[in-house]
């Protein structure tokens, strides 16, 4: 007579052994945890650079509106540049004259000058035309 096969119930020996235990599912998820913590805030920081462009920008388009103003009002306009306290904070020293902040006249001129910010020069209006450049490093 011919035995037929039978199942048996899977032993220790015979399971397989494939995957991961909770253990390290639970320590690969923290280092990874780990690392986005450390990573999110240098990403999110600005370059400096980045914060230097924003600021010329902004001042280019307030000196624009200034000798615009000037120009149509047919009156001296005084700029005040002034920003927030720190080292961010922009400051004048005029090309013409000793005043502290740049003045626009009704003809288009102005009384040129220099900002920069702490000790690096930002931007450069010139007193013929109160144009607005990259200034010089």
Not at 98 to 120: A, C, E, H, K
Request: with cysteine; glycine share 8%; charged share 25%.
């Amino acid at each position: 007579m011919a035995t037929t096969p039978t199942c048996q119930p899977p032993t220790d020996e015979t399971m397989p052994t494939a995957g991961f235990t909770l253990m390290e599912i639970l320590v690969v998820i923290s280092v990874i945890g780990l690392l986005a913590a450390l990573t999110v805030p240098s990403i999110s920081r600005r370059p400096p650079f980045i914060e230097r462009e924003r600021l010329f920008d902004e001042l280019r388009r307030k000196i624009a509106r200034a000798a615009s103003e000037a120009q149509t009002s047919g009156r001296v306009v005084r700029l005040d540049i002034d920003g927030k306290k720190g080292e961010s904070r922009p400051r004048f020293k005029a090309a013409i004259g000793v005043t502290g902040q740049p003045v626009f006249y009704p003809d288009g001129s102005s009384n040129g000058g220099l900002i920069s910010i702490g000790s690096r020069p930002l931007l450069k209006i010139s007193w013929l035309d109160a144009s607005v450049v990259h200034a010089p490093r």
